[in-house]
């Protein structure tokens, strides 16, 4: 049984074993990150907590949290390694049975974590539970919305309007069970991750939840959103419609059917995503004069309508969007070292590319 704490803002200084690993990877996140860490002490008052970061970026956010936050437990870094790559390693690293995945640009509301780890003893039987997260006017924003994909889903989309997208969300109310949860503020149980052995490295970017999801599924279990367990999302702290987001999310959903259905499956669902983007891409462009949201949709959505070739092979280290990047005049590779700061060097013991 857990070990519940006494009521506190800052972590147990106790040596014993935590009852929660909490492992935030961040990506050039010095400006959110104070944030994200300063609200993990009153999220957590009532269990024993560790917190674990690695900086994927240019060493700023590790050498800020190693001054702001000494209590923090640094990974060095290993380069830009992936979301999935950078959790993994903070898992070796972690010491508590349950292994919270909390992302740089999340602000939990108080208690958030204590409600989580009530709502692990309260459906024991699950593998993972995932909190709610909310947009700036304290809605449920569309993370809450993921889904296991599926060629009904990327028709529907590519006919204009996502089925996931207006379906409702559950555990908003009360607890739910549900397929897939967001990867920005989920726990498992040590025993589930290692079963499955822990996130898809081969997911540089997008899906890799999703992945493990459909893994842990298959081996029989089962995943709860606690509807107590509550926090604000920054929203990736990128626009909505950044280019590069969407063609990583392009080449996460490509490597997902690539890894779990069949060749011409795969095949039809890559012409359904491109069909998506072409017609928002289009649709922008024509109306985008009256409506300036349509004409950054169509700026958005430019690079996966017009050049397929970068994504259409999900992250394959030959032929997909990583190698194009690197070989592709007018990118940038995200593998390509990153100048750390001076004041990071050093630093004893990362989010997403814009």
Known sequence: MMTIMNDATM???????????????????????????????????????????IDNGDGSTEALVAAQFPWVRIVPSQGNIGFAGGNNLLAKQARGPLLLLLNPDMVLHPDAIDRLIDGSLAHPEAAAWGGLTLDENGQPDTGNAIAIPSVLEFTSTALGRSLVATRPILGIDEDAKVDVLSGGFVMFTREAWEAAKGLDERFFLYCEEVDLFCRLKQMGHSFWRIAGARGYHAAGHGEGFSPMRLLYQSAGKMEFVRRHWSRPRAALAGGLIWLAAFERHVMGRLLGSRKPRLKQMSEGYRHVALRPRLWLAGYHPETGLLAKLASTEGFTSPLRPTPRAEHAAGTPGKEHPE
């Open 11 to 53: 972590p147990s200084t106790d040596k014993s074993a935590p009852d929660v690993s909490i492992m935030i990877v961040a990506y050039n996140s010095a400006a959110l990150i104070e944030s994200c860490i300063g609200a993990i002490g009153p999220a957590c008052q009532r269990y024993r907590h560790e917190t674990l970061l």
